[in-house]
Structure formats: structure tokens, C-alpha cells
């Protein structure tokens, strides 16, 4: 029994904060024994600050930890998901040179048929050739860009780093995407008009037929398009200065011994002169000049 006027026995009775709990036994290595700190540490088990792992290298939780790195996409294989810019880049190329090739080859019809029908006058079914032009370039062909278009922003991008014939291969993938684009489209339209009509040979022609004739051709020009946007790509970016930058391509680099060392030697700065009987750059042996020598038995000066 621990003495009444011993303070250190009335410590015990009352535990932490006076709950009555039990110390428990201090450690034998002479370490405090403390409350746990951050992260379950004790405090006296904490990592020094300097050691601490940095805050950007801290192990994920929740969701981030369980997601594992993403592999980089092989330039080989056909499909290759994945979104950034020059994907997109390389689509806006592909299908916007498809666009302008329809728009001018529209032009130049719409101008040899002006001469015989007016512009603006109804004809046949009550089109005019303003509203067949503007149909038959960017309403109705609009499904297969946008199926392209997504096809090779983000399942068959063109990568510079792909040969040519993979490019190829996922410009007629991204053909046969448009095509099927259409042919969605056309199981709406096709049904409407064989309800107005009673018949459904609208609608084979709008879900096979129509779509199979406007996607061959543009995948054709699909082909040479994406083969364009290919070597757009894959050339040079010019520098901040409007110098030409070949870095990282073969042929560019220079080899190590392309420039032969000098074989002469500094010149002597006005500071430091060159001692005869030493070379240039080393370190002199004995005391320099205004140092006094190093001579630890020689006894102190007054």
C-alpha cells in the first residue's frame, strides 16, 4: 500500500485524468510513453522531419487506391482508347479534309447545274438546288463525320508514332463506324417514311443501301485524309525563335565526339597567377602567402 502523503502513490490511484485507469508501465529504454500521435505513431517513434515522405508521394486512399497505372497504348494494334490533343487533332484533320472535299465537289455542281435551273427554284420533289446542296453536303453525310470523328479522337487515333499501314487500318475502321452512324440514323428516318408511305423498301434503302453508298466513298477519302493528318503530325515543330526543332528525331542527334576537346590549355586570370613549376588548377601544397604555417607545438603568441 503506497503512502497517503506520497504524491506519486495518489498519481496512480487516479489515472489518466482522474478516470481511475491504470498507468501503464513506462518503458524500459527510458523513452516517454505518450498518447498515440499522427498516424498511430507514438511520438516517440515519429520520423524526424527531414525524413517525412514528401505530400506528392503519399499513398492514395479510397478510389486512388485502387486504380492501377494506366499501361501505355501499344502504336501497333488497331484499337488503341484513349483521349488527348493530338488525337483529336489528327480526327479534326481527317474529317474536315473529307468536308471541304465534299463542299467543293458540291460547288462545282451546284454552279454547272445553275446553268440550266435556277438556284432558287423548286423542281421535282419541291427541293430547291440551294437546299439539295446544303443536304447533300452537310445534313445528310453529317452522321458518318461524327462517327469518324469519334472513332479516331478516341478508339483509332491517328499517333505519329504508328506506321502507316496501322493508320490505314484504323482510318477504315473509322470509315466502317460512320457507316454504321448512317445506317443508325437511317432506322428513324426509314421508319417514319414507310409509315407515311406503307411501304418499307424506304426503309432498306435508308439502313442498308443509302448508308453502304456514302460510306465506301468517304471512307476512300477517309484513307487518304488520315494519311495526311498522319504526316502532319509527324513533322518537325518549328522553335521558340522560329528555329526548326529536330530533337529526338534519328539522324539529329550529335554524337558525343563531334566537337574534339580543346587541346589548349585556359589562359591565367589576373587574380589567380600561375606559379612556375605547377600546372594551372592545382591546389598549392604548403602555406600561401599572409598564412601563417600550421604548426601545432609551437607555443601561443602574445
Known amino acids: 500500500m503506497s503512502d497517503a502523503g506520497d504524491p506519486r502513490g495518489r498519481q496512480q490511484d487516479r489515472g489518466y485524468y482522474g478516470a481511475g485507469w491504470s498507468q501503464p508501465a513506462p518503458p524500459s529504454d527510458g523513452q516517454p510513453s505518450g498518447a498515440p500521435g499522427y498516424a498511430g505513431q507514438p511520438y516517440g517513434q515519429q ?14 486512399f479510397g478510389r486512388a487506391a485502387s486504380r492501377r497505372p494506366r499501361r501505355p497504348s501499344d502504336p501497333r494494334r488497331a484499337f488503341a482508347p484513349g483521349a488527348s490533343v493530338a488525337n483529336t487533332t489528327g480526327a479534326l484533320i481527317a474529317v474536315v479534309s473529307i468536308v471541304l472535299v465534299e463542299f467543293v465537289s458540291g460547288v462545282l455542281g451546284l454552279l454547272g447545274t445553275s446553268l440550266v435551273v435556277h438556284p432558287f427554284s423548286t423542281y421535282g420533289t419541291g427541293a430547291s438546288l440551294i437546299g439539295s446542296f446544303v443536304s447533300g453536303v452537310f ?5 458518318f463525320y461524327a462517327g469518324a470523328f469519334l472513332a479516331l479522337a478516341f478508339l483509332t487515333p491517328i499517333d505519329r508514332r504508328s506506321p502507316l499501314p496501322t493508320v490505314l487500318l484504323r482510318a477504315v475502321l473509322a470509315g466502317a463506324g460512320g457507316t454504321i452512324a448512317l445506317a443508325l440514323v ?35 477519302m477517309l484513307l487518304g485524309s488520315a494519311t495526311a493528318a498522319w504526316l502532319w503530325l509527324g513533322r518537325p515543330r518549328g522553335g521558340r525563335n522560329g528555329q526548326r526543332s529536330d530533337a529526338g528525331r534519328p539522324g539529329t542527334v550529335r554524337p558525343a565526339d563531334a566537337v574534339p576537346p580543346s587541346t589548349f590549355p585556359p589562359a591565367p586570370g589576373p587574380s589567380a597567377p600561375q606559379q612556375a613549376g605547377r600546372p594551372y588548377g592545382a ?3 604548403g602555406p600561401q602567402a599572409g598564412q601563417r604555417p600550421d604548426d601545432r607545438w609551437a607555443p601561443p603568441t602574445r
Open 283 to 285: 591546389q598549392p601544397s
Open 139 to 143: 445534313a445528310s453525310p453529317f452522321p
Open 186 to 220: 437511317g432506322v428513324f428516318t426509314g421508319a417514319y417514311a414507310a409509315v407515311r408511305t406503307g411501304s418499307g423498301a424506304r426503309l432498306v434503302i435508308d439502313v442498308v443501301t443509302g448508308p453502304l453508298r456514302d460510306g465506301v466513298p468517304f471512307t476512300l
Open 47 to 60: 520520423q524526424p522531419f527531414g525524413q517525412q515522405q514528401p505530400f506528392g508521394q503519399q499513398q492514395p
